[in-house]
Each structure stands twice: as C-alpha cells, then as structure tokens.
Nanobody
Framework: QVQLAESGGGWVQPGGSLRLSCAAS????????VGWFRQAPGKEREGISCITTSDGNAYYANSVKGRFTISRDNAKNTVYLQMNSLKPEDTAVYYCARKSGANYYTSREYDYWGQGTQVTVSS
C-alpha cells in the first residue's frame, strides 16, 4: 500500500527555518519522483519543488528558488524540504506527493498524496 507521511511543520518567525520530511512506504524513491506542494487558505494548491528519480535533479518554483532545498535519502525512503528565510507568505499546508506524470508543478501529475503538515510563519 502506497503511503506518504509529512512531518516537521510548525510555527516559525519570519527569517527562520524548518525542515519538512516526507516518509514514503509501499514504493521506493529511486523509482519515482516526489514533489512538494503547498496550499494557503483561499488559494489553489501550488507546486513548489520536485526531485526526480535516478539523477536526483531538483526543480523549484520561482516563489521558493534560492530559499528551499529538496533532497532525498533513499536508505530511509524519505524526501526532505529544507526551508530557509521563511516569509509570512510561505504560510500554508505543505504536502508531498508521488509523481506519475511529466509536469513537475501540476497536481494532476501526481497520484498519491500525504495528509499535509501546517507551516505558519509569523511574528
């Protein structure tokens, strides 16, 4: 059974950092890509980062480029999202998902999703 579980969310002040984890089960990370999405209240779900399979190439939306870093640990079957220089506009529920299609940032290209973890950036 394919499952993804996010953790690591919480409250942080502007300029702070958080590291999110996405633990996968039922499949191995070296065979599929994994992406991170976020959804703020009243807004559409936004694809922000993706890491691909064998070469581990990383992709970032402009809104997070230079501040967020995606990585994976195949031994732990876990994908991470290191978030630095956080801003209030980064406040959202963050989701990880398993990539099944071609596009990196479109939610319909992903077939399995975690339940999400809340990130709140405020002073």
């Amino acid at each position: 059974q394919v499952q993804l579980a996010e953790s690591g969310g919480g409250w942080v002040q502007p300029g702070g950092s958080l590291r999110l984890s996405c633990a996968a089960s039922g499949f191995t990370l070296d065979h599929v890509g994994v992406g991170w999405f976020r959804q703020a209240p009243g807004k559409e779900r936004e694809g922000i980062s993706c890491i691909t399979t064998s070469d581990g190439n990383a992709y970032y939306a402009n809104s997070v480029k230079g501040r967020f870093t995606i990585s994976r640990d195949n031994a732990k079957n876990t994908v991470y999202l290191q978030m630095n220089s956080l801003k209030p506009e980064d406040t959202a529920v963050y989701y990880c998902a398993r990539k099944s299609g071609a596009n990196y940032y479109t939610s319909r290209e992903y077939d399995y999703w975690g339940q999400g973890t809340q990130v709140t950036v405020s002073s």
